[in-house]
């Protein structure tokens, strides 16, 4: 059945109808508009506007449609133009002319605002539990490796030595921020469109202030017209979404790397990963190359709303429908790429050795070595060129700092003394390094009590 077919003397087109249809995408909120047509017949019963028989009648309707939905008895079949039109049918099928009445005061603008508003909260939450589920992970692999040393590069050059928990901690880090936004987008867009009719309100009492709070909303929208027309919340949640998916992508960049077989730093399970078709020796990141691709959809799908919104005059255009598909693409593809990340790496294998003899084998200690001469009363400058005459000397003879005779050291400057090897050894310049933030253990440890708070708590 079409909900506005009086005005018309000829059927709609077959191709226009399949062009304008959303119900092949919007049926995947069937629960959120059920449960908002169960809270606006609640308010209408409370104002007098539906009798309580009425309201018992059609709540009984919707709720069998839910329960028929779920248990597979109603398919959500294609004939119907929308998710809304499907509901509504059926409910009048089902209880004859009192359905009739479930959209009075109501349009399909404010229904659809209201029906993508509490999907959009649902999701949102549980794309924070997703990501806390990862941060716990992370945060068992920081405790466990405090002591864990590794090169810390800048311009993918070992700089200097830090820890596998100090490397992990900063993307815990951004996980948090993640949270910390998601956050802010559902405290922002927690207000209930429902009540802003077509564009203009109606001249029915309607209590907005009591749909708001039946569903679990800080208030009612405070202008129709931007109720029925404003999709900012889902350019923020795209948004942060793509954040997500940069942050996972660049984890997914060092972890294929660091999986390569130059480094062997880590080795991704086997459950995490594909073999060659055609060489047998090969085990690919697949996992971690797939999420890093899949970044490009979700910012696809950023821009294309962004777009889409831009042209679009007050209030609610048709074109406002384009927001579902790729809004419910970007938030699955988002989910599963955290919950597949998570897998993967709590089953990596950290290979400690191999990382510490990196960190051994770049030069990684020459500031501290620097460090060591200024503390002995060399101005940084002169210091600076002192070590690194010191590693071109290393260089040619292809060993480390470590383990360059102190006479050599003397012959370049006689500051040097056998405490120098205590100095610059990499527990040395990992320890000392203790200021907030900094990979020191003990700096370490009070981060990693305070994300254990953080995950009490949050
Ligand atoms: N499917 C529509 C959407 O997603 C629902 C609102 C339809 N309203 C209208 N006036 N045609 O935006």
Same mark, same amino acid.
């Given at each position: 059945?079409?909900?506005?077919?009086?005005?018309?003397?000829?059927?709609?087109?077959?191709?226009?109808?399949?062009?304008?249809?959303?119900?092949?995408?919007?049926?995947?909120?069937?629960?959120?508009?059920?449960?908002?047509?169960?809270?606006?017949?609640?308010?209408?019963?409370?104002?007098?506007?539906?009798?309580?028989?009425? $309201?018992?009648?059609?709540?009984?309707?919707?709720?069998?449609?839910? &329960?028929?939905?779920?248990?597979?008895?109603?398919?959500?079949?294609?004939?119907?133009?929308?998710?809304?039109?499907?509901?509504?049918?059926?409910?009048?099928?089902?209880?004859?002319?009192?359905?009739?009445?479930?959209?009075?005061?109501?349009?399909?603008?404010?229904?659809?605002?209201?029906?993508?508003?509490?999907?959009?909260?649902?999701?949102?939450?549980?794309?924070?539990?997703?990501?806390?589920?990862?941060?716990?992970?992370?945060?068992?692999?920081?405790?466990?490796?405090?002591?864990?040393?590794?090169?810390?590069?800048?311009?993918?050059?070992?700089?200097?030595?830090?820890?596998?928990?100090?490397?992990?901690?900063?993307?815990?880090?951004?996980?948090?921020?993640?949270?910390?936004?998601?956050?802010?987008?559902?405290?922002?867009?927690?207000?209930?469109?429902?009540?802003?009719?077509?564009?203009?309100?109606?001249?029915?009492?309607?209590?907005? %202030?009591?749909?708001?709070?039946?569903?679990?909303?800080?208030?009612?929208?405070?202008?129709?017209?931007?109720?029925?027309?404003?999709?900012?919340?889902?350019?923020?949640?795209?948004?942060?979404?793509?954040?997500?998916?940069?942050?996972?992508?660049?984890?997914?960049?060092?972890?294929?790397?660091?999986?390569?077989?130059?480094?062997?730093?880590?080795?991704?399970?086997?459950?995490?990963?594909?073999?060659?078709?055609?060489?047998?020796? @090969?085990?690919?990141?697949?996992?971690?190359?797939?999420?890093?691709?899949?970044?490009?959809?979700?910012?696809?799908?950023?821009?294309?709303?962004?777009?889409?919104? @831009?042209?679009?005059?007050?209030?609610?255009?048709?074109?406002?429908?384009?927001?579902?598909?790729?809004?419910?693409?970007?938030?699955?593809?988002?989910?599963?790429?955290?919950?597949?990340?998570?897998?993967?790496?709590?089953?990596?294998?950290?290979? $400690?050795?191999?990382? %510490? &003899?990196?960190? $051994?084998?770049?030069?990684?200690?020459?500031?501290?070595?620097?460090?060591?001469?200024? &503390?002995?009363?060399?101005?940084?400058?002169?210091?600076?060129?002192?070590?690194?005459?010191?590693?071109?000397?290393?260089?040619?003879?292809?060993?480390?700092?470590?383990?360059?005779?102190?006479?050599?050291?003397?012959?370049?400057?006689?500051?040097? %003394?056998?405490?120098?090897?205590?100095?610059?050894?990499?527990?040395?310049?990992?320890?000392?390094? &203790?200021?907030?933030?900094?990979?020191?253990?003990?700096?370490?440890?009070?981060?990693?009590?305070?994300?254990?708070?953080?995950?009490?708590?949050?």
């Amino acid at each position: 059945m079409k909900l506005w077919g009086g005005r018309f003397t000829r059927e709609l087109n077959q191709l226009a109808h399949n062009f304008n249809a959303s119900i092949s995408f919007d049926q995947k909120f069937y629960k959120q508009d059920i449960r908002g047509s169960i809270a606006h017949v609640t308010m209408l019963a409370k104002q007098g506007i539906l009798t309580g028989d009425e $309201k018992e009648k059609i709540i009984d309707g919707l709720q069998g449609i839910l &329960n028929d939905i779920e248990n597979g008895t109603l398919q959500i079949t294609t004939e119907h133009e929308d998710i809304h039109s499907f509901v509504e049918t059926h409910l009048i099928a089902r209880i004859g002319e009192t359905g009739k009445k479930l959209h009075t005061g109501r349009s399909r603008n404010d229904q659809v605002a209201l029906d993508m508003k509490l999907y959009t909260r649902d999701e949102i939450q549980e794309t924070s539990d997703l990501l806390k589920e990862l941060m716990s992970v992370l945060h068992r692999i920081m405790s466990e490796n405090t002591e864990t040393y590794m090169p810390g590069f800048t311009h993918m050059q070992k700089a200097q030595p830090v820890t596998l928990a100090h490397h992990l901690g900063a993307y815990f880090e951004m996980f948090r921020r993640d949270r910390s936004r998601l956050h802010d987008i559902y405290t922002r867009m927690n207000y209930c469109p429902l009540g802003a009719g077509a564009l203009a309100g109606t001249t029915y009492p309607l209590d907005r %202030e009591y749909s708001a709070s039946l569903l679990e909303f800080e208030g009612p929208t405070r202008n129709s017209m931007d109720s029925v027309s404003d999709r900012d919340y889902l350019i923020e949640l795209l948004s942060a979404l793509s954040t997500i998916m940069m942050h996972l992508s660049r984890f997914c960049e060092e972890i294929i790397t660091w999986n390569s077989n130059e480094y062997r730093f880590v080795e991704i399970d086997d459950s995490y990963s594909t073999g060659s078709s055609i060489m047998p020796q @090969k085990k690919n990141p697949d996992i971690a190359e797939l999420i890093r691709g899949k970044t490009g959809r979700v910012y696809g799908a950023l821009i294309s709303l962004l777009t889409t919104m @831009k042209g679009i005059p007050l209030a609610y255009n048709k074109d406002m429908q384009e927001d579902k598909e790729l809004t419910f693409d970007a938030i699955d593809t988002t989910k599963g790429c955290i919950a597949l990340f998570t897998g993967m790496i709590d089953t990596i294998t950290f290979h $400690k050795t191999v990382m %510490e &003899n990196s960190a $051994k084998n770049g030069f990684t200690n020459a500031t501290d070595a620097a460090d060591y001469l200024v &503390n002995h009363g060399v101005a940084f400058r002169d210091a600076h060129g002192i070590i690194g005459q010191l590693v071109l000397l290393c260089i040619e003879k292809n060993i480390s700092l470590d383990e360059l005779p102190l006479e050599e050291y003397k012959k370049i400057s006689p500051v040097f %003394e056998e405490d120098i090897y205590e100095a610059i050894s990499m527990q040395t310049c990992v320890k000392q390094r &203790n200021i907030t933030g900094a990979p020191g253990q003990e700096a370490m440890k009070q981060v990693i009590a305070a994300n254990e708070e953080y995950l009490k708590h949050s």
